[in-house]
């Protein structure tokens, strides 16, 4: 049971009491959420606590989900991929089925709300099927500014069928003929992920995990893709090396695709000659390990050279950690240059400001404490209930 | 003076839905023909709105285009510029605006070729449409006042000590125009009119008219 009084103690002051004034203004009105699935990251991850949030504060919040045959799965995911920039094959055939598909589904679903929030691509369609009563918005959970021709042109006429679109950046989109909002995405300080471990909590997991406490630990977690660059994060650990005797963590997932595997493999060649570079493969729900790997950090680094708005950077900030990332995507929205951690464009950048911070201890103290607080402001799931039902009002004014 | 105010003053706190405009600047020339075609709303979201949502964080520009022109386009000189325009001196946002694009223009005059972004991120322009939130039943003395003002959310600060002065059209900002009207205390309504809530925190600013309230509050008759 999640209960919105339950995040006082960790949400700004101030701040439960305006949702729940905000709440009374939207009180039994009905807000649906349409996505695609109600499992992993993305969407899923918060609408697995926002939904109920919202029904806590007495909104008649509800989260549909659409579904299809094999082909209707392969066709969203293709089109996302396509829209996120990707050379992708989309036929005809394929896209119509998708279309038909969506069909089917506006029939099974009830569709009527005062507010109707579709997430991402698989479920997008649906708006062809919207009740006149109600607004409809398109919340876009990736980098949507530079998609593939084709994929766009045959997407960009629904989209223009909403009332608005949401973005987590002002720069993720292109031009519509709606309103664009920016809500960017948060962390539920609650969960598994982020909920706090005692020390010997902490050193549990890391004792499962083989990793060894001994040493100031530098931790990346991300996918072992060259999007996050865990081999541009090995290089920066070599020039770090040279002056302190630190200990390298690369946890993540590979996801089997060819370029992770060869990644993978390189990295592990690198681990064995290197008894202070660890490497994890994680499973997809490693929520207590990741937990764990960031408290025991002195430094994070999430040294991505290509992101939408992974939330890695707010993660291991609400966890009073100083984070040294790249300068992509979202991750300069969660650090703020010289007070939370560093953005940085190169290996040698990396490498610099983490010398830089290990030379300083007082400085890794003071800018984890600063983290916390900017998360707490702006990155957590509160700010994110805030944004959803102030949408809900604005536009049903 | 009097005691108890016949209106009660109700604390307004307040969200913030950002909107994107289809406008954006990879240089200090774009920068200064998007400023000058925005509307006013995008104006008042780049300077004022800095403050609302830089709240935890001292900040370093005073407003968004000297931030972007500093950190993106690395131009100091524009950035130090833009940085010292303070926007409530301003009696509308059309005069933010003019004086802003001024700024640029004369600094452009004076360079062989246009700065831009080489590697950074281009200028990105929005607006912000304003929740309105009341807060808690409302205060009838100075006393209730300033137990409501000091555990207020920091976002009431902001809509009563800037919104209000800059997009409503409350000059005096509601704080000091209720201190003055329903409480009958020029005085004090005139400290805090004079705080200066230009490159500050809010929480700086809330600590500022606590003190001048407690002041007020020491020196009246018990």
Known sequence: MIRVEDYRRVAPPGVVDIILTLAERVRGRRFLHLSGGRFGSGPAEILQTLVPMMSDLGIDAAWEITGGDPGFYTTAATLQAALRGSERVLTDEALDHFVEMNRVNAKKLALDADLVLVHDVQPATLVEHRAARGRWVWACHFDASRPQRRAWTFFRPFVNQYDAAVFALPNFSRRLGVPKYVIHPSIDPLSEKNRELAPREVAGVLRALAVPQDKPLLVQIGAFTSADDPLGVVNAYRLVKKHHDVRLVLAGTSGGEPDSLEILGELRETAQADPDVLVRELPPDASLQINALQRAATIVLQKSVRESFGLGAAEAMWKGKPVIGGFVGGLPQQIVYDVTGYTVSSVEGAAFRVRHLLNAPELIARMGAAGREHVRRSFLITRHLVDYVALLIHLSR | ?222
Not at chain 2, 67 to 77: F, H, M, N, P, Y
Not at chain 2, 141 to 167: K, N, Q
């Open chain 2, 1 to 222: 003076m009097t005691l108890t105010a016949a209106q009660p003053f109700v604390f307004t706190g307040c969200v913030e839905l950002r909107q994107a405009l289809d406008h954006r600047a990879t240089d200090e020339r774009e920068l200064l023909e998007r400023l000058e075609e925005v509307p006013a709303g995008s104006v008042f979201y780049h300077t004022h709105g800095y403050f609302l949502r830089h709240r935890p964080i001292t900040t370093a520009y005073g407003n968004d285009f000297a931030s972007w022109v500093a950190t993106q386009v690395r131009d100091q000189v524009l950035a130090e510029r833009l940085a010292v325009v303070n926007p409530f001196e301003f009696a509308s946002l059309e005069h933010v605006r003019e004086e802003l694009a001024s700024i640029i223009h004369d600094h452009l005059l004076r360079l062989p070729a246009v700065p831009r972004v080489e590697f950074g991120e281009p200028f990105y322009f929005q607006q912000s449409h304003i929740v309105e939130v009341s807060l808690g039943a409302g205060a009838t003395t100075l006393a209730e006042f300033r137990a409501g003002l000091a555990t207020v959310d920091a976002s009431a600060i902001y809509f009563h000590m800037v919104e209000a002065r800059a997009r409503l059209g409350r000059r005096a900002g509601d704080f000091a125009e209720w201190i003055r009207t329903s409480l009958g205390m020029p005085e004090l309504a005139d400290g805090i009119e004079l705080i200066d809530t230009y490159m500050t925190s809010l929480e700086r600013v809330r600590a500022r008219v606590l003190a001048l309230v407690d002041g007020a509050l020491e020196a009246s008759p018990r």
